[in-house]
C-alpha cells in the first residue's frame, strides 16, 4: 500500500477531526431540541461544537481557545503538581491556564501566586476562617484579601507552596477550583441571607445548590469569557445582582392571571458595568426550585453563541446585543426543555429599599434577641491576626458564623443582646470596628499594582490616603461610595461608585505618574439609584486628586437641597459642568500645622 505524504497525512486527520466535529455538533443539538437523554454527550462537547462552528465560518479561535481545545485546563493537575516540586511559575498561556485551579500568576506586580476562593454566599463558618488564616501565614504573605464577589483570596504564595495552599483549601471544605479564567466566579447571596428581618427568601440554599452545579457540570468550564451569578433575597443589604451576567431578584407575587401566589425571582440578564451595561429585566419568572436549573440553561445558551475569536467581545452582553434578547431566551428555553414563565399579567410588590450602607454596624435580626454585626474592613484587607480574632468571636459571641459582603466588609451574625457590648470591645481589640466615617465606609478599592500586573496605580495605599485627607477635611455627614479600580476590568466597579476612580498613568513632562480619570454619580442594586457615574475629570495625578474631591464634596455639603439629598441625587440633579462650576468655586481648607 502505497505511504502518505506529510501534506496528505495532514489532511487525512482534518477530514476525519471534520466528522466528528459534525457528530459532536448533531449530538449537541439533539440534546438541545429535547432528544433521549440516553444519546451520550461529552461533557466538552459544548465548548468543542461551538468552537468548530466559529472555525468553520472562517473565524480565528484565541489562544486561550486553542489551548482549551488541546487539553482541558482541568487535566492539567499533574503539570501544576510538576511546577510546584520544581519551584517554579507558569510561562506563556500556561499563566492562563493555571487560572482554572485559582492560581494567578501575578509577576511583574509579585513574583508569587494569588489564590482566589470559591465561597457559596460569601459565609464561612469560624474554624474555616482560622484554617484560612493557618493557610495564608504558612503558605502565603500573612493576609488575605475581601474581594468585590464576597470572596477571599490569599497572596504572595511561593511556587513551591502553591499545592500545599491549595490542598489546604481544599482541607477546610472549600474549594478555588474555576475561580478564575472562563468560568463561573463565585456565586454571590445576600449577605444577611436567613437573618434578614425584611428578606423575601433565605438565598443561601440556593448559592449552595448553584455551587455545587457548577462543581458537578463540566460544561460550566467551557466558557469563551467569565460569567458572574447573583441571587438577591430582597433583603436589606444588596449584593449588586443588576452588574451580574445572571441576577436572580426575589419578588413577592400577589397574584394575577395564571400565578399562583408566592416568592418568585425576576430573572435579569447581561449586567457588566466595565462595559457600561446594567442587567435588564428579561421579563421572565422564576420559581425557586427553578432558578439553578434555568441558570445552567442561560450558561449552556451563552457558552453555545459566545464569541470565541475576540476576548473583549466574549461576555454574555455581547451575545445579547448581536443576536438579540427574545432570540437568546429562545436559545435559553431550547437549552431548559422548556417555554420560560413570562411575567406578564403578575401582580408584584415592589421591593423594599435597599441600602447599601445597611450592613456597617449594630443591626436586630430576625430572631429576637439576636443581631447582626457589620464590620468596617480597611480597604478589605484582614491581617491573620485578625482572620483568627473573628474566628474566635463568631464563635465565642455568635453562631460561628462570618458573613463577606461585596462592599470588602463582613458581617458577625447571631449575637445576642447582652454579649453585643463585649463582642465591640473584642472587634475594637483588634484593630477594627463597627463603625466608620461616612467616607471609610463606602470605601472600596481592587488589589491594585502592589499585587496586579494589570493596575495602574496603588488603589487601596491610594484609597487610604484620600480617606485620611477627606476625613480631616470635611464634615461630611451622610455615606459616600469611592471605589477605586486598578485598569479597564473594573474590578472595584468604578461606574457605579458616588464617586468611582479609575487608575491611569498620567504624564508629567518627561515622567508618568500614577493617577486616575474621575467619574460621579454611579449606583446600583436598587432602581432608586440605578445609574452609570458620569465623566467628571479626566487624567488626574493622584496628587492633585484630593484637593479635587474636597472641592466636590465641599460644593455638595454647600448645595444640596437639604440635609437628607444623597450625593447620589445631588449629581443627578444637576449637568456635569455646573457640578465643576460649584466644585471650582469652593475653598479648599489647609491643614493647621
Not at 565 to 574: A, D
Amino acid at each position: 500500500m502505497t505511504e502518505f505524504d506529510d501534506r496528505q497525512k495532514q489532511w487525512l486527520q482534518g477530514f476525519v477531526s471534520g466528522i466528528e466535529a459534525r457528530k459532536a455538533a448533531d449530538r449537541l443539538s439533539g440534546h438541545a431540541s429535547g432528544t433521549s437523554a440516553a444519546q451520550q454527550v461529552g461533557p466538552d462537547a459544548l465548548q468543542h461544537a461551538a468552537q468548530d462552528r466559529t472555525t468553520a465560518a472562517g473565524g480565528k479561535l484565541v489562544a486561550e481557545e486553542t489551548a482549551k481545545r488541546a487539553r482541558h485546563p482541568l487535566d492539567r493537575w499533574d503539570e501544576v503538581v510538576g511546577r510546584a516540586e520544581a519551584g517554579q511559575f507558569p510561562k506563556g498561556i500556561d499563566v492562563f491556564l493555571t487560572k482554572y485551579q485559582g492560581l494567578f500568576y501575578v509577576a511583574p506586580a509579585q513574583n508569587s501566586f494569588m489564590c482566589r476562593l470559591r465561597i457559596p454566599n460569601g459565609i464561612l463558618t469560624a474554624w474555616q476562617m482560622r484554617g484560612l488564616a493557618d493557610a495564608a501565614e504558612s503558605f502565603g504573605g500573612g493576609y488575605a484579601d475581601v474581594t468585590t464577589r464576597a470572596n477571599l483570596q490569599i497572596r504572595e504564595i511561593p511556587a513551591r507552596a502553591a499545592v500545599d495552599l491549595l490542598l489546604a483549601v481544599q482541607e477546610l471544605g472549600l474549594t478555588s477550583r474555576g475561580s478564575g479564567a472562563d468560568n463561573i466566579r463565585n456565586i454571590t447571596g445576600s449577605p444577611t441571607a436567613g437573618v434578614d428581618p425584611q428578606e423575601l427568601i433565605d438565598t443561601r440554599p440556593l448559592c449552595r445548590a448553584m455551587h455545587h452545579y457548577i462543581l458537578n457540570h463540566r460544561e460550566m468550564y467551557g466558557l469563551p469569557r467569565k460569567f458572574n451569578i447573583a441571587f438577591d433575597g430582597g433583603g436589606r443589604v444588596p449584593v449588586l445582582e443588576d452588574t451580574n451576567d445572571i441576577g436572580f431578584v426575589a419578588v413577592d407575587v400577589t397574584g394575577g392571571s395564571g400565578f399562583d401566589p408566592g416568592i418568585y425571582f425576576r430573572l435579569q440578564l447581561g449586567g457588566i458595568t466595565g462595559h457600561l451595561d446594567f442587567a435588564f429585566d428579561s421579563g421572565v419568572l422564576v420559581k425557586p426550585a427553578e432558578c439553578v436549573t434555568v441558570a445552567g440553561a442561560v450558561v449552556r445558551a451563552f457558552a453555545a453563541h459566545g464569541d470565541r475569536t475576540d476576548r473583549l467581545k466574549a461576555r454574555l452582553k455581547y451575545v445579547l446585543d448581536r443576536i438579540g434578547r427574545e432570540a437568546f431566551l429562545a436559545e435559553v428555553e431550547k437549552e431548559y426543555g422548556a417555554k420560560l414563565r413570562r411575567a406578564a399579567g403578575a401582580e408584584m410588590v415592589p421591593r423594599t429599599f435597599a441600602d447599601k450602607h445597611g450592613h456597617i454596624g449594630v443591626h436586630r435580626q430576625r430572631q429576637a434577641g439576636l443581631n447582626y454585626l457589620g464590620l468596617v474592613l480597611p480597604v478589605g484587607r484582614l491581617t491573620v491576626d485578625q482572620m483568627r480574632g473573628i474566628a474566635e468571636i463568631a464563635q465565642r459571641f455568635g453562631s460561628g458564623t462570618i458573613r463577606l459582603t461585596v462592599w470588602q466588609n463582613l458581617l458577625i451574625s447571631d449575637v445576642a443582646d447582652r454579649d453585643v457590648g463585649i463582642c465591640i470591645a473584642a472587634i475594637n481589640s483588634l484593630g477594627l470596628g463597627i463603625e466608620a466615617s461616612a467616607i471609610r465606609r463606602g470605601l472600596v478599592a481592587c488589589t491594585g499594582n502592589a499585587g496586579c500586573k494589570f493596575a495602574a496605580s496603588n488603589t487601596k495605599g491610594h484609597a487610604l490616603k484620600l480617606a485620611d485627607h477627606l476625613e480631616a477635611r470635611v464634615a461630611i455627614d451622610t455615606p459616600v461610595n469611592i471605589h477605586l479600580t486598578g485598569c479597564h476590568h473594573s474590578c472595584a466597579q468604578h461606574y457605579v461608585g458616588d464617586i468611582g476612580l479609575l487608575a491611569a498613568k498620567i504624564d508629567r513632562g518627561e515622567e508618568s505618574v500614577e493617577g486616575y480619570h474621575v467619574y460621579i454619580g454611579g449606583g446600583a442594586a436598587s432602581t432608586k439609584e440605578q445609574a452609570m457615574a458620569r465623566d467628571y475629570a479626566q487624567s488626574v495625578a493622584f496628587d492633585d486628586l484630593p484637593p479635587l474631591l474636597e472641592r466636590l464634596l465641599a460644593a455638595y455639603l454647600a448645595h444640596r437641597q437639604a440635609p437628607s439629598e444623597s450625593f447620589f441625587e445631588f449629581c443627578r440633579r444637576h449637568e456635569i459642568d455646573q457640578l465643576r462650576k460649584l466644585a471650582d468655586a469652593a475653598p479648599v481648607r489647609a491643614l493647621a500645622g
